[in-house]
C-alpha cells in the first residue's frame, strides 16, 4: 500500500513523517536520497506489525496537511511512499530476540555464532535465511518451530 510522506528540509537536515500515522515516527537524514530510503524501511517494518489496524491512507498530496504541522520545514513536499518488501522470517526472529530472558550474546553463543550474524538474521531485508539455523535459533530461544504449507 502507497503512504503520503512529508518531507523538508530543517537547517542542514532531512525531515520526513508519514501523516497518516500521527505521532508514530519522524524520521531524519542528512540527504533527501537517504531520507526516501529511510521512509521506505521504517515503513516496511511498521506495516507488519499492525496488520488489519492501519489507517487507510487518507493524505494525498500537502494540500491536505494542516498548515501547523508544515511549520519550519524549508520548501515541504508530499510523496508517495510504497513499502519494500520484508521477510516474516526476520521480523519473527527479532520479535523473539525482543521478547526472550537471553540477552543477544547468549543467543548468539547459543547458536555458535555471532550477534553481528544473529543481527543480520532479524534484518527485514535479509532473506538468505537457511532452515537449520531457523531451527538451532528457536531452540535457543526456547520456542518450538512449526512450518505449513497452504
Do not use: C
Not at 520479535?95 to 550474524?117: F, M
Not at 532452515?131 to 505449513?148: D, H, I, K, N, P
Amino acid at each position: 500500500m502507497m503512504y503520503t510522506a512529508i518531507i523538508g528540509q530543517v537547517k542542514r537536515n532531512w525531515f520526513g513523517y508519514f501523516p497518516d500515522f500521527t505521532g508514530v515516527f519522524l524520521i531524519t537524514a542528512t540527504t533527501r536520497a537517504a531520507l526516501l530510503k529511510k521512509l521506505e524501511y521504517n515503513l516496511s517494518e511498521y506495516l507488519p506489525l499492525h496488520r488489519g489496524q492501519l489507517p487507510k491512507a487518507q493524505i494525498k498530496s500537502i494540500a491536505d496537511v494542516a498548515a501547523d504541522e508544515l511549520e519550519g520545514l524549508r520548501d515541504p513536499e508530499a510523496i508517495q511512499v510504497n513499502a519494500t518488501q520484508v521477510n516474516p522470517i526476520s521480523l519473527e526472529i527479532g520479535r523473539l530476540i525482543d521478547s526472550s530472558p537471553l540477552s543477544a550474546a547468549e543467543i548468539a553463543l547459543k547458536l555458535g555464532t555471532t550477534t553481528s550474524a544473529l543481527s543480520r538474521m532479524r534484518n527485514p531485508k535479509y532473506a538468505r535465511h537457511n532452515l537449520e539455523t531457523v531451527r538451532r535459533f528457536a531452540e535457543a530461544v526456547g520456542v518450538r518451530m512449526t512450518m505449513r504449507f497452504e
